[in-house]
């Protein structure tokens, strides 16, 4: 059993074509995908299932996806699970905003699957 199959990461994304597709990217690549719609539904995934990989979008209603990450990284359950912020926010402003609040790794949409599988192999420990 290689590595890749053991690696399971949660989508955090409230636009469902969003979430279909990057659960079939992750999933044509090797990895186990779950998915959320809400910040707070990711939260609760997290604390459940422990993640290897939190992939979370940041404009979503209720809260946000750096709110998300702000509240992932204070919880000792969490806290050391790597999250990727994955938005359409892409000032050099809010990807630094981004990673003060505790994202291991910030990619814009639209992004193609290469950059998204990247970003992945780049915070898997």
């Known amino acids: 059993m290689n590595i890749m199959s053991m690696v399971t990461i949660l989508i955090v994304e409230d636009a469902l074509s969003e979430l279909e597709l990057i659960s079939t ?4 690549s090797g990895y186990v995908a779950i998915g959320a719609v809400t910040g707070q539904e990711g939260l609760n995934l997290a604390i459940e299932k422990k993640p290897d990989v939190i992939l ?3 404009v979503m209603p209720g809260m946000s996806g750096f709110e998300l990450c702000r509240k992932l990284k204070q919880n000792p359950a969490t806290e050391k699970i790597p999250i990727i ?3 359409s926010k892409n000032q050099e402003i809010d990807r630094l905003w981004g990673m003060k609040q505790g994202a291991d790794a910030y990619i814009t949409k639209p992004f193609t699957r290469e950059q998204l599988i990247r970003a992945v192999k780049c915070v898997v420990r």
Request: proline share 0%.
């Open 25 to 28: 990217y992750l999933k044509e």
């Open 56 to 58: 979370s979008d940041v």
């Open 85 to 87: 912020l994955c938005t």
